[in-house]
Structure formats: C-alpha cells, structure tokens
C-alpha cells in the first residue's frame, strides 16, 4: 500500500464519524457550520478562553475563521485559534493558525506575542513535538521535524531582528544545528547573536556555547587539532568582551579537554605503531604530542613511553 492510498484510508476513517458540507470551495466538517451570528461565537470563543477550555475554544474560532474569515473577527479569530490550539498541545495547528493571522493582518494587533509563541512552538518541534501527516488536522500527528523548528527560528529572526525574540531564536537555532552536528551553520547562528546584541547576557552565552561546539566537533574529528586556534580566538574574544563572566573558565576547560583529546589520538596511535613494531614512527607521534600539547595528562604518558624507546628517540635525532 503506497503511502497516498494509506492517507486516503485514514481520511476516510477519520470522517466515517462526522459529516460534511461542501462550502466555499472546500469540504467543511458540519461541526464547523455556523449557527449564530459571527459576533456570538467570537464572544463564545473568548469565553472558552479565559476558563482555559481549549477544546470549546478551538471550536468557537474554528466556526468564526472558517465562516467568516475575511470579516474583522475572522481576521483577529486566527491568533486566537492559534493560542487555543497551542494550549490544547497541537502546536502543528497552532503554528498554521498563527501565520494565517499574520497573512490576514496587514497590521497585526497580537505581533510581538504571535513571536512568542512561535519561538515556543519551535522549541517544542526542537525537543520532538510532532506534525500532521500533510499538515491536515484529521490525519494522525506522527512526524517530528526539526527543519519547522529551523524555519520558525528564521520567522522570528527576520520579523523582529533587533527584538530579545531574535537573540532566543538564534541560540535556540544554533543549539538544534549543533545537535545534527552542522556545526559551522551552528557557530554562525552564535556569531549573529554576538554581532546582533554585543552587549548582552545573550552574548556572553553564544560565547560559551561556541566553545561547547569546537569541544563536540573535537570529540568527533579527533584528528583535527586545527580546531585548537579557533577556540583559542572564541575565548580571547569572550574575555574582552565580558572579562568577568564566570563562563570563560568553563570555555577554557573545554579548550584543555580538546587538547586532551587531540593529545590522546596521536598517542594512541603511537601505542597502534608499537603493536605494529614499528617503534621509530610511534616516538615521532609521542614526540608531537608532547610539542603540540605539553600541559595535557597524555603528555606524561607520552614522555613515559619515550623513556622506555630511548633507543629509538637517540636514533633518529629527536630534539
């Protein structure tokens, strides 16, 4: 069964229980029907509201947008049906119902806190919340996705690019693409919020977590030492900009554990060349260990195994 004939036995499943009515262009679920004038169901949509009753209110704007949806109440519904959506945990639907708010208002009265939402939803995607198949309500919501995650982040960077919002996003965004292991993408979100907001806690953060990037990246390319100077730079950049945050030593203990890890990848394969008796090229890499990273605890293991290949260390010159 290929997947559209699977989705159509689904809709026809999820509709056996309810009737339609073809209005507008479109097939309305008879629920949807208005049955009082637009202002009674606004006002009945406001009421569910404010007793958190999200399921009362999802309908109420469901009926006021579907219905009426280029009337002032239609317009302003959208965001409402958004909220009400959000707190009955669709944030699929509370995403879509708020860009329809956006689309409709040419000057929207809820803008800033349709952002906050947003960049809540967007978060939810980040951590696993899940979307309709095709983005239709009646189908099953099986699908994380981290790229709608991606794309709200830009929403709500591009929207309010000097706004707190915008400085959330971007470290939210450079989290997430940290996490797929996107690390240049991830370091350049960091960047924007040092470059957007160069004096704020915010900063101070995106500094931190560069440094926490060049740590992980270090873990997965451990032959890589050229990471080393670029977080070197992060972290004198870091002190001159907030030289008594508490997270530059944090940022400096992460550049030690790179070059741990870094000191221990040529000491390890020293260790495989001696298994291979082939001693003169495991001394060469004891030997660039110690140079490269002499305050590191590997160094030491190093300097032990020198001592007992002497021998070798005397034989090809090694100063």
């Not at 530059?248 to 291979?276: P, S, W």
Request: proline fraction near 4%.
């Amino acid at each position: 069964m290929n997947l559209r004939i699977l989705l159509l036995c689904l809709f026809v499943f999820s509709s056996m229980e309810a009737a339609y009515v073809f209005k507008n262009g479109r097939l309305i679920d008879s629920k949807d029907i208005a049955t009082l004038p637009v202002e009674d169901h606004y006002n009945l949509g406001v009421q569910a509201l404010n007793k958190k009753d999200w399921d009362e209110a999802v309908h109420q704007f469901r009926v006021v947008t579907i219905n009426f949806p280029q009337t002032s109440w239609g317009k302003e519904s959208f965001y409402f049906l958004g909220v009400a959506y959000f707190h009955a945990d669709d944030k699929d639907m509370a995403n879509q119902n708020f860009s329809s708010y956006l689309e409709e208002n040419g000057h929207p009265t809820y803008f800033e806190e349709t952002f906050q939402y947003k960049l809540a939803i967007a978060d939810a995607f980040k951590k696993g919340a899940k979307r309709h198949l095709l983005g239709y309500e009646k189908l099953p919501a099986w699908m994380p996705d981290t790229d709608l995650a991606l794309t709200i982040y830009d929403e709500v960077i591009n929207s309010l690019p000097h706004n707190e919002l915008a400085a959330k996003a971007l470290l939210a965004k450079g989290d997430l693409l940290r996490t797929r292991e996107e690390f240049r993408a991830s370091i350049d979100a960091y960047n924007q919020v040092i470059r957007k907001f160069p004096r704020s806690e915010s900063a101070a953060q995106a500094y931190s977590l560069i440094s926490r990037v060049y740590l992980q990246q270090a873990e997965i390319d451990v032959h890589n030492p050229d990471i080393i100077p670029l977080a070197q730079i992060n972290i004198k950049r870091f002190a001159q900009d907030f030289p008594r945050d508490e997270k530059i030593q944090k940022a400096e203990d992460n550049l030690h554990e790179m070059k741990e890890i870094f000191a221990n990848a040529l000491y390890e394969t020293g260790q495989f060349y001696e298994r291979k008796k082939q001693p003169k090229a495991s001394v060469l890499y004891y030997h660039t260990a110690i140079n490269q990273f002499p305050d590191t605890k590997i160094a030491s293991s190093c300097k032990e195994r020198l001592d007992a290949l002497q021998p070798y260390v005397e034989e090809i010159q090694l100063k």
